[in-house]
Every structure is written in structure tokens, then in C-alpha cells.
């Protein structure tokens, strides 16, 4: 079959790899008709992680059930479905607790799965013709026949509930002002997932003109931090107390505000600041154990100079942590069917399988309306 391998350091190329078979009675496999590029997927791609050349990319995939394990009992051969890029059990004792991205199971050594993403267990990615799934009775999430909404459904896989996991674990709640850091895919979700929240005030926070025009057209306020501190700006715009919530959509690649290099603690710093006292930070943006490719020592060794003192004297209250997207996903499914939530709007292209090594280029240098790409291995 055709998938996505990585090859080394902003080198990604569509080859030949070997088929996935069945090896366990739960498994299935699946025909994968789209699978999306995620922005840590550049993380590798850029070659900050210990990701080694041959791993077949992507951890957002969708497609159709084409063969099934014997212990297989809910789904069927033909079955739609989306899989969470968690890869759970669902029976240890954080998948029982719904803290499926932290599964003990799936990858030992470390809580979480994920496919084709470095160190986060054995699982081959998505960004291929097929895919197979573990513990498919628990992983798959069965959606309507054919192939209406198929951009949207997509989303379901990673980005559509990370950025409602931010809100979750910001607690937001219906009147509040939010601001959110990052108007990149999960940002832009982070945002509209405030508003179907009921926020009152949403503010996204980038520079990248693409990106603050997508938020603007789903009604958040843009701020571009190349025209000024974003926290003086937030502040201005709510007579100067800050916002109830904040959302850091960004993680440890943040650029700081005043010339182009990386701060990785920018973001944090900054909803330290923009939040009013008592308010609450909820940090889905990645932050990883260690960056080889860091501005500077701390940061390579996972460790930020963070103000944590004002965050204490502040009151804040802050969650963090990769998003359990069996928690959300049915209930957003749902909200797409009924035609309440249409999370499309941050893809920006769709393409061939074929067209990866080029999208990847584009996607990662933020040129051309490269905002979120999913690609169709097949039909």
C-alpha cells in the first residue's frame, strides 16, 4: 500500500510499505478515506523529535471497515468510522476513568498512544491506504453511511475536541470572556468550541493574517500580536480586568512577541497576564519532555521560566495535558449531524495521498492558505 514515511528533516515521501494484517481477534482493519496533516506532525517533520526515518505519519484518520478480528462484536465490515488519535484499551484504570489519552495499556513505559507519532507506542500511521485499529470495539466511533460531512468528521479524530478539551479544562463557561493563544487548527477550534460554549468574548491571538481572518468570520475578536503586546491589547478591550479564561493553543514552539525568534514560555507568560484573578488556563498546546531543537538549555532539557509567582498571586488555576478524545467525540458526532457544529471551516485543502511531501512543505512554512490539509488516500 501507499503511505506517508518520513525520511528525515523536512523530507516526507509517499512509498510502498507493507500491508497491515490482523493480529489480534479485536483489531480491524480500515480503508482510510482521509487522514488529515496535524501541526504536531511537523514537530517530526522538522526533525525536533527522536522520530527515526521509515515511521509512517498520521494520528487523524477516517475511513471504512474492510476486515475484521473474530473478537470484533459491535462493528461490521463497511462500517464508517473515525478513530480518536488516542490509541486506549478502554479497560485499564485511566481509560475506566475516561482519561483515554493516558491509556497504561497500549504503550508500556508510558501513559499514551497514539499512531504514528514518536515514542507514543508501536502504532503504524494513518496517512496511508489502510489502517489497523486495536481494541477497534472501543476505538471506532461509527458514523452515518456514505460520504456527507466527510471534512467534518474528520476533525472528530484529533483537532475538533483538543480544542474543546482546552475549554474543559479552563472550565469555560456560558458569558465568560475567553482568550485564546494560537489561531491555528486546534486554536480555531479551541475558539468556536467557546462560542457553542456560550462565551461571550473569544479573542485569538497570532499573527498570521489567514489565520485571524478565519477567526473574525466565526465571530472572535483577532488580535495580531506583530501590532502590539496581545496582553495590552486584551485589556484594553475588556476596561482593563482581562479575561474570565484563557486557552494556550500553541505549546512549546511560541514565538515571541517583539522579534521573530522562539520564547517557548511566550504563550504561558502572557495568559499569566491576560487572565483577570481566580480566572483559569487551560493548556492543550504541547509541551514535551525534552527539544532538542530549544533556543536555549532549559528549554532543550523540557524546562520554561515560567512566572509562576504571578500566576500565585493571581489565583490562577491552570489543567493541562493531552486531550482524552473519547470523552468528547460522540457527543460532538452528534452535534455535526444535527447540523450544530460544522468544524469544516479550518480546512483549508484537500488533496491526493500523493500530494503529502508538497502540503507537508506549504503546511509547515505557513504559506498559500496552508491552514489544515487532509488528504484522500482513497476513495
Same mark, same amino acid.
Given at each position: ?104 495499556? *497500549?504503550? !508500556? =513505559?508510558?501513559?499514551?498512544?497514539? /499512531? %504514528?507519532?514518536?515514542?507514543? @507506542? ?5 496517512? &496511508? ?42 472550565? *469555560?463557561? !456560558? =458569558?465568560?470572556?475567553?482568550?485564546? /493563544? %494560537?489561531?491555528?487548527?486546534? @486554536? ?5 468550541? &467557546? ?185
Amino acid at each position: 500500500m501507499k503511505a506517508v514515511v518520513y525520511k528525515g528533516p523536512f523530507e516526507v515521501a509517499v512509498e510502498e510499505v507493507e500491508n497491515p494484517r490482523i493480529e489480534h481477534p479485536n483489531e480491524v482493519i480500515v480503508r482510510v478515506t482521509s487522514t488529515a496533516i496535524c501541526g504536531s506532525d511537523l514537530h517530526m517533520y522538522e526533525g525536533r523529535t527522536a522520530a527515526e526515518p521509515g515511521i509512517v505519519f498520521g494520528h487523524e484518520n477516517l475511513g471504512v471497515i474492510e476486515e475484521l478480528g473474530a473478537g470484533v462484536t459491535t462493528l461490521k465490515r463497511g462500517d464508517r468510522v473515525v478513530m480518536p488519535f488516542n490509541v486506549a484499551c478502554g479497560f485499564c484504570k485511566n481509560c475506566v476513568a475516561r482519561f483515554t489519552g493516558f491509556c497504561t495499556t *497500549v504503550n !508500556p =513505559g508510558f501513559a499514551g498512544g497514539a /499512531y %504514528g507519532y514518536v515514542a507514543m @507506542g508501536p502504532w503504524t500511521g494513518g496517512q &496511508a491506504e489502510y489502517l489497523k485499529v486495536p481494541y477497534a470495539d472501543f476505538n471506532c466511533l461509527k458514523l452515518p453511511e456514505g460520504k456527507e460531512k466527510e471534512s467534518d468528521f474528520i476533525l472528530l479524530a484529533d483537532i475538533f475536541p483538543t480544542g474543546y478539551h482546552g475549554n474543559e479544562l479552563a472550565q *469555560v463557561s !456560558p =458569558g465568560e470572556s475567553v482568550a485564546v /493563544y %494560537g489561531g491555528g487548527p486546534v @486554536g480555531l477550534m479551541a475558539a468556536y468550541s &467557546a462560542m457553542i460554549r456560550g462565551a461571550k468574548k473569544v479573542f485569538v491571538v497570532d499573527r498570521v493574517l489567514e489565520r485571524l481572518q478565519k477567526a473574525e468570520e466565526i465571530g472572535a475578536i483577532p488580535i495580531n500580536f506583530a501590532e502590539g503586546n496581545p496582553v495590552e491589547q486584551i485589556k484594553e478591550r475588556t476596561d482593563g480586568e482581562g479575561t474570565d479564561k484563557g486557552i494556550d493553543a500553541v505549546g512549546y514552539q511560541a514565538q515571541a512577541h517583539t522579534e521573530d525568534r522562539e520564547e517557548p514560555a511566550t504563550v504561558l507568560n502572557s495568559l499569566v497576564g491576560t487572565v483577570r484573578p481566580t480566572g483559569a488556563l487551560g493548556i492543550p498546546g504541547l509541551y514535551v519532555p525534552a527539544d532538542p531543537g530549544g533556543p536555549d538549555e532549559n528549554s532543550k532539557r523540557g524546562m520554561l521560566m515560567v512566572s509562576i509567582g504571578k500566576l500565585f498571586e493571581k489565583g490562577l488555576r491552570l489543567g493541562t495535558g493531552q486531550c482524552n478524545v473519547k470523552r468528547y467525540n460522540r457527543q460532538l458526532r452528534d452535534m455535526i449531524i444535527e447540523d450544530r457544529a460544522r468544524p469544516s471551516f479550518v480546512v483549508s485543502h484537500e488533496l491526493p495521498l500523493d500530494e503529502a511531501p508538497t502540503a507537508y512543505d506549504k503546511f509547515d512554512k505557513r504559506v498559500e492558505g496552508y491552514t489544515k490539509v487532509v488528504l484522500h488516500p482513497q476513495a
